[in-house]
């Protein structure tokens, strides 16, 4: 059985034995709002996951769901392409910095054409980053993390888009917004970080910890007084963000239900 239809014969199945939404969770374990987007066919729940709603509803297992349970969910292409674009986008982003570090120092570029290519690879290196922690959030709910995700990509896009205008044309400096670009992405930063709060019970509190990271980063670099004490919490927020994803995709491959052991507040 497919969604939407899954939600709504469970809704019925719930409702004909006189339970509400918090009172199904008590017994299956799960989050309510997992409940809620189940039934409202907003996510495909794991096998592992409806059997457990089942158990709860008193409901007998159908050859269908047991089928499924033995066959992994197959990963999607895209995912691993987006873990390697943060792999690259990792080691870039040094070279970007150091060489936007000569930019505001000197005031010029010598060679702009090089500087062009490192920022559009960063650039596109980091959205697409981004753009498959959007696409993991389809299997592990947390609606903040995803708000968050657009609004980095967003800032990414205007920001990188002046820093080309810049280099290549006389109508601004980077010296005259320099201080606001490190404000903007402050701000992003630590609504990112906050943002990985939102989950809850998840093994070692690693997205806690991750969280924590990315908080106080963008804390640092919004003072800008303290931008390169940033550049630390910064880099093992990055790291930790690209252990997270190459967990969460193992997972999903896995006979084990993501909404099993993460749950968004």
């Known amino acids: 059985m497919k969604q939407p239809e899954l939600g709504k014969k469970i809704s019925e199945w719930r409702k004909a034995k006189g339970l509400t939404q918090e009172e199904l969770v008590e017994k299956c374990n799960l989050n309510v709002r997992t409940i809620q987007r189940i039934e409202a066919g907003e996510v495909t729940p794991r096998s592992y996951t409806i059997k457990a709603i089942l158990d709860a509803l008193e ?74 922690l959007v696409a993991l959030e389809k299997f592990f709910p947390n609606r903040i993390l995803k708000i968050a995700l657009w609004v980095m990509i967003g800032f990414n896009l205007v920001l990188y888009t002046l820093d080309l205008l810049s280099l290549h ?78 967990y969460l995709i193992q997972k999903i491959g896995r006979g084990s239900s993501p909404d099993s052991d993460f749950s968004a507040a």
């Open 169 to 246: 044309f006389d109508l601004l400096n980077i010296q005259d917004y320099y201080w606001i670009k490190l404000e903007v992405f402050g701000i992003g930063y630590a609504f990112l970080g906050a943002s990985y709060f939102a989950y809850k019970g998840v093994k070692f509190g690693i997205t806690q910890v991750i969280g924590a990271l990315g908080l106080i980063a963008g804390i640092l670099i919004f003072s800008g007084v303290g931008v390169l004490f940033g550049l630390l919490p910064l880099t093992f927020f990055e790291i930790g963000q690209l252990g997270l994803m190459i």
């Open 59 to 132: 409901v007998e297992h159908s050859s269908q769901l047991e089928s499924e349970e033995r066959f992994p969910v197959k990963v999607p292409t895209y995912l691993y392409l987006a873990f390697a674009a943060g792999l690259i986008y990792f080691f870039m982003a040094f070279y970007e910095i150091g060489m936007e570090y000569e930019w505001i120092e000197d005031g010029f570029v010598a060679n702009k054409m090089a500087f062009t290519a490192v920022k559009l690879a960063t650039f596109l290196t980091y959205v697409s980053f981004l753009g498959g």
